[in-house]
C-alpha cells in the first residue's frame, strides 16, 4: 500500500489524477471531490484509451461485495420488518400500523449496518440497563427471522450482503490501482477491505496532512497538528446576530473570487433570501414544497376529515384545498365558490351535505366526485393506477426542475414493491387502506429531494457545506457560523446505546465525529491564502464562538476583529435592497437617523354616522367595544374592517351552542305562547333537543358525533329542564303570562338616548326571552359563555326607552347560565347607575372628537393591533 502526504499548498486532483485507467475513490461524504479529478483525468487521458472510473467509498464497498440476489432497499425493507413483527413485538415497539414502522426501521439498519462496519457483535456490547437489553434481544431475534426471510425469498440487504466470504476483486481488474483522495477515516471494516484489496490490486492513498499524523499500518488518523505559523492571512470575527453575520460575509467576499463555507448548511435558511442569479448554492427542496405534494395532502386531509358515508365534506378542509390555485383550477372551480365556502363556515357549518352543494354550490360536485373515487381503493397498485393518471399539465410546477420525474420515479419504487410480492395484504396494515395507502405515499416521497429550477450562468459568489466541500485550493474562503453546536456539531442522540457505551464496545462516539469535523475546518483554512471566520456570541441565545474557533484564538494569539457591518447599519440595508439601490462593494451607507413620526389619532366627524338625522343604532356589543377602546369602535364599526378570515375550529362553537339552545327554549315554549300548556316534560324536551340536533348536524363535526350523542345532548336535556324547573326561575310556578315574548328586537327609536351635535345615540337590541304579568317583567337572556351583568341593564333601559309613554312595571333580570345550569339575577340599583354611566362615555366619546387609542393589556389579542401599532 502506497501512502503520499501532500502539503497544504499542494492540490490534491494535481498529484491524483494521471491518464492512467484508475478507479478514484473519496469519502462517502466528499463525493465532490470527484469532479475535479475526473477532469483532470480526461486532459491526462490518451485519446481512445481506457477511462478511469471514479466512485464513493460506499460504492466501492458495494461493488466488491455485489452478490447475485436482489438488494432490497428503503420502503422494501420496512415492508419486511413489518410482515415479521408480532403483534406483541409491535405493542412493545409502540407501532399501530405500517407508517409507525418506517422510523424504526431505518434505526434498525442503521445500527446494524454500524455494528458491521464497526467489526463489533451485539453479544458483545456490555453494561446495558435491564430495558435495553430487552430492546436488543428483541432486535436480535428479529435480525435472525429477517435474514432468514430474505433467503427464502432470494433477496439480501445492506446489512446482509456485505460479508466477507462474498469478498471479490474481479470487477476491479481491468484498472491499474485504486486511489484514495483524502479518505482520512476508515472503520475497521473498510480498513480490513483495503488490506484485502492491497494483495489484489495496488491501492495508493494520498493524504493532505503531515505524515506523523497518520499512522500507516493500523491505517488510523491520529488528530491533526497545525503549524507553527499561520501560512496566510486570517481574521477572526464575532456577531450578535445570524443577519449581521451572513451580511459581512457577503461583504468580505470578492465577487467570483471567494467562496463562502457553512457547516450543516441545509439548517440555515439562506437559499430562501440570497438571490440565486447573485449566489451559487446547492439549493434543494422537498417534495413537500411541491404542488403534486400539496394537491394530494388537500385530497387525503378532506378525505379524513370528510363523513363520505353521509355524503358530506369537511368545510375546513375543503377552504383549505380551495384556497390553493391549482387545487381550484385541477377541479375547474371558481373563486367565487372559495367566498361561498368561506360564507358558509362564518355561518358555523362545518360541514357541506351533497345535497346542499347541488342546491347552493355545485361546483364543487367533482370533488364531491373524486373522494368517492379515492375511496374505494382498496391496494397499492389501485392507488398507483390512480396517482398516474393525476393531470400533471396543471399539477407540474415551473419553479422546480424535477418534481414531476420524482413523482413518477415514486410510483415505479412502489410498483416494484407490489410486482416482489412481499405486502401479504394491504387491509392488514391499514383499517381504512384508501386513507392510509394515500398517507403511506405521502410520507414516502415527502422528503424527497427536488431541485429549484435557477437561472444559468456564473454567480458573483458561491455558498458550499463546509464538512463536504470539494477540498481544492482556494483564493479567499471565508467560513460562517462557527459556533457552538455549529463546528463543532453534536453528535445525534442514539436511539438505543449512550455514548459510553458506544466507546466501550468500539462504535464511533462524539470524539470521532469531532475529530474529522475539526480536519475538515483547519483543512479549509490552511490551503486558502486568505481566509475571515465569523461565529455568533449572544448571551440570551446561549450562542458563543466554537471550540475550533476558540483553539485558532488561542494558538496563533488572534483577537476578534470590528466587523465591517454593525446593527446601525442594518436600517439602511435594507431600505436600500426595499429601494432598489446597488451597493457599492464594501459601500455600506453610514447609520441614518430615523426620527419618529407622530400620528395623528382620526377625527371624530359628523360624516362617520350616515344614517338618517345623523343617528346611530347603538347595541350592547357595540358599547363593548366603545367602553373598551374608540380606535377599535372606529375600525369595526366605523371603517367596518372585514374579521380577518381564520377559519372555523372542529368545536362546536359558542355562538352555534347558544343558537341550538336559543331555538330549543323558543320550540318548547311555543304552543304556550299561543295559549297552550307548557310542556316541560322529559319526553317532550328530548323530542325537542334531538330535533334541534339534528337540524344542526351540518354545524357539528362528525369526529366528535359520540361526545355530542352521550355528552351534550344529555347535558342540554337536563339544563333544559333545570330552566324550567328550577326554583330560581320565573317559570317555575307555571303561571299563566299576560305577553311572552321569544327573540324580541327592541329600539327606541321614539327617542334617542342621547343627542349631541354630530350624532345622534340610539339603543337598540334583541331580547331572549320576555315575560309580562300585570305590573311585572322577567326579562332573561341565555349564555353559553360569560356573563356581563351590564349587559341586563342595558336590555332594560332600552326597554324602558321603547315603552307606550305611561307604561310602567317592575323588571327582574336573569342571565340563564346553561351549561353550569343557574340563574344569575341582577340587582335592583344597577339599573339606576348604568344609565349614567353609559351617558358620561358617550359624551366623553363625542367631546374628546378623535377616535383615541386606549392601551391595556386587551390590545395583544385585537385584531386590529398592526392597523393601531399602540402596542409594539
Request: net charge negative.
Amino acid at each position: 500500500m502506497e501512502f503520499k502526504y501532500l502539503d497544504f499548498d499542494e492540490d490534491i486532483f494535481t498529484a491524483a489524477a494521471s491518464g492512467e485507467p484508475n478507479l478514484y475513490v473519496t469519502a462517502d461524504d466528499c463525493s465532490s471531490n470527484l469532479n475535479p479529478v475526473r477532469k483532470k483525468h480526461r486532459k491526462l487521458k490518451e485519446p481512445l484509451s481506457r477511462a478511469g472510473e471514479f466512485m464513493n467509498l460506499k460504492r466501492l464497498k458495494d461493488v466488491v461485495f455485489a452478490r447475485d440476489e436482489i438488494v432490497l432497499r428503503e420502503e422494501k425493507l420496512s415492508v419486511v420488518l413489518f410482515e415479521l413483527l408480532t403483534e406483541k413485538e409491535k405493542s412493545r415497539l409502540g407501532i399501530e400500523n405500517y407508517n409507525d414502522i418506517i422510523e424504526f426501521s431505518a434505526r434498525f439498519h442503521r445500527f446494524y449496518h454500524e455494528l458491521n462496519e464497526y467489526q463489533v457483535e451485539a453479544v458483545d456490547i456490555t453494561g446495558l440497563d435491564a430495558w435495553q437489553e430487552q430492546r436488543l434481544n428483541l432486535f436480535e431475534n428479529l435480525l435472525g427471522r429477517y435474514e432468514e426471510k430474505l433467503q427464502e425469498e432470494s433477496y439480501t440487504s445492506p446489512i446482509i450482503f456485505r460479508d466477507f466470504a462474498n469478498f471479490s476483486t474481479a470487477v476491479l481488474d481491468e484498472f491499474k490501482r485504486l486511489v484514495f483522495l483524502n479518505v482520512i477515516f476508515f472503520t475497521p471494516f473498510e480498513k480490513k477491505m483495503l488490506k484485502k484489496l492491497d494483495k489484489e490490486i495496488p491501492v495508493k492513498i494520498i493524504l493532505q496532512l503531515p505524515e506523523e499524523d497518520f499512522e500507516e499500518d493500523k491505517l488510523h488518523f491520529q488528530g491533526l497538528s497545525l503549524p507553527e505559523t499561520w501560512p496566510g492571512r486570517l481574521n477572526i470575527y464575532k456577531l450578535a446576530e445570524d443577519n449581521y453575520q451572513l451580511i459581512n460575509s457577503l461583504n468580505l467576499s470578492k465577487p467570483q473570487i471567494s467562496e463562502i463555507l457553512s457547516p450543516a448548511l441545509e439548517d440555515t435558511d439562506y437559499d430562501g433570501i440570497l438571490s440565486p442569479e447573485i449566489v451559487e448554492m446547492e439549493r434543494t427542496d422537498e417534495f413537500n414544497s411541491c404542488r403534486i405534494y400539496r394537491f394530494l395532502e388537500a385530497l387525503y386531509e378532506l378525505l379524513a376529515a370528510s363523513p363520505l358515508a353521509e355524503k358530506r365534506l369537511s368545510l375546513p378542509e375543503l377552504f383549505s384545498a380551495l384556497s390553493r390555485d391549482h387545487f381550484r383550477r385541477y377541479f375547474a372551480v371558481s373563486y367565487a365558490a372559495l367566498e361561498k365556502v368561506r360564507e358558509f363556515i362564518r355561518e358555523d357549518f362545518v360541514n357541506l351535505s351533497k345535497e346542499m352543494a347541488r342546491s347552493e354550490l355545485e361546483e364543487v360536485l367533482s370533488v364531491f366526485e373524486e373522494l368517492e373515487e379515492l375511496k374505494e381503493l382498496e391496494n397499492m397498485p389501485m392507488l398507483v393506477d390512480y396517482l398516474d393518471e393525476l393531470d400533471m399539465g396543471i399539477l407540474s410546477s415551473p419553479y422546480f426542475s424535477n418534481d414531476v420525474e420524482q413523482f413518477y420515479d415514486a410510483l415505479l419504487e412502489l410498483t416494484a414493491l407490489e410486482d416482489m410480492q412481499l405486502v401479504s395484504s394491504w387491509t392488514d396494515y391499514y383499517t381504512d387502506p384508501a386513507l392510509g395507502l394515500l398517507d403511506r405515499f405521502l410520507q414516502y416521497i415527502e422528503f424527497k429531494s427536488i431541485k429549484p429550477a435557477l437561472p444559468e450562468g456564473k454567480k458573483e459568489m458561491n455558498i458550499g457545506e463546509l464538512l463536504g466541500a470539494v477540498q481544492k485550493h482556494r483564493e479567499h474562503v471565508v467560513v460562517i457560523n462557527a459556533s457552538q453546536n455549529w463546528l463543532p456539531s453534536p453528535r445525534g442522540r442514539d436511539f438505543l446505546l449512550t455514548e459510553n457505551q458506544r466507546r466501550q464496545s468500539g462504535l464511533p462516539w462524539g470524539e470521532k465525529s469531532r475529530a474529522k469535523q475539526r480536519y475538515r475546518f483547519f483543512r479549509h483554512l490552511l490551503t486558502a491564502d486568505e481566509a475571515d471566520v465569523l461565529a455568533l456570541e449572544n448571551e440570551e441565545e446561549n450562542l458563543t464562538p466554537g471550540a475550533f474557533l476558540e483553539e485558532l484564538k488561542l494558538e496563533y494569539d488572534l483577537e476578534y476583529a470590528d466587523p465591517a457591518v454593525t446593527s446601525a447599519d442594518i436600517p439602511q440595508i435594507y431600505e436600500n435592497i426595499l429601494s432598489g439601490k446597488k451597493q457599492e462593494k464594501g459601500g455600506f451607507l453610514p447609520e441614518i437617523e430615523n426620527q419618529p413620526q407622530n400620528e395623528k389619532e382620526p377625527s371624530l366627524m359628523a360624516q362617520d354616522f350616515p344614517g338618517r338625522g345623523r343617528d346611530y343604532n347603538l347595541s350592547f356589543y357595540k358599547y363593548k367595544t366603545l367602553k373598551n377602546c374608540f380606535f377599535q369602535f372606529f375600525c369595526q364599526h366605523i371603517l367596518k374592517i372585514p374579521e380577518e378570515f381564520a377559519g372555523v375550529d372542529v368545536e362546536i362553537s359558542p355562538k352555534t351552542y347558544g343558537s341550538m339552545v336559543h331555538i330549543m327554549a323558543e320550540e318548547i315554549m311555543r304552543e304556550w305562547k299561543s295559549g297552550g300548556e307548557l310542556d316541560v316534560s322529559e319526553d317532550k324536551i328530548r323530542m325537542v333537543v334531538e330535533d334541534i340536533m339534528d337540524d344542526f348536524s351540518l354545524k357539528m363535526d362528525h369526529r366528535f358525533q359520540p361526545y355530542y350523542d352521550k355528552v351534550v345532548r344529555d347535558d342540554l336535556i337536563e339544563s333544559l329542564q333545570e330552566f324550567f324547573n328550577s326554583p330560581e326561575s320565573p317559570l317555575a310556578e307555571k303561571e299563566e303570562f299576560d305577553q311572552v315574548e321569544i327573540e324580541r328586537s327592541v329600539s327606541d327609536k321614539g327617542r334617542p338616548f342621547l343627542e349631541t351635535e354630530p350624532v345622534n345615540f340610539y339603543l337598540s337590541g334583541r331580547v331572549d326571552l320576555l315575560l309580562r304579568k300585570d305590573d311585572r317583567g322577567f326579562l332573561i337572556d341565555f349564555k353559553t359563555g360569560g356573563c356581563e351583568l351590564e349587559q341586563l341593564d342595558f336590555y332594560e333601559l332600552l326597554l324602558k326607552g321603547a315603552a307606550v309613554p305611561g307604561e310602567n312595571f317592575m323588571l327582574e333580570k336573569y342571565f340563564y347560565q346553561i351549561v353550569d345550569r343557574r340563574f344569575i339575577k341582577a340587582q335592583p340599583k344597577s339599573r339606576d347607575e348604568f344609565p349614567q354611566k353609559l351617558q358620561q362615555l358617550l359624551q366623553k366619546f363625542v367631546s374628546g372628537g378623535e377616535y383615541t387609542k386606549n392601551q391595556t393589556s386587551q390590545c395583544y389579542d385585537c385584531r386590529y393591533r398592526n392597523i393601531c401599532r399602540a402596542v409594539s
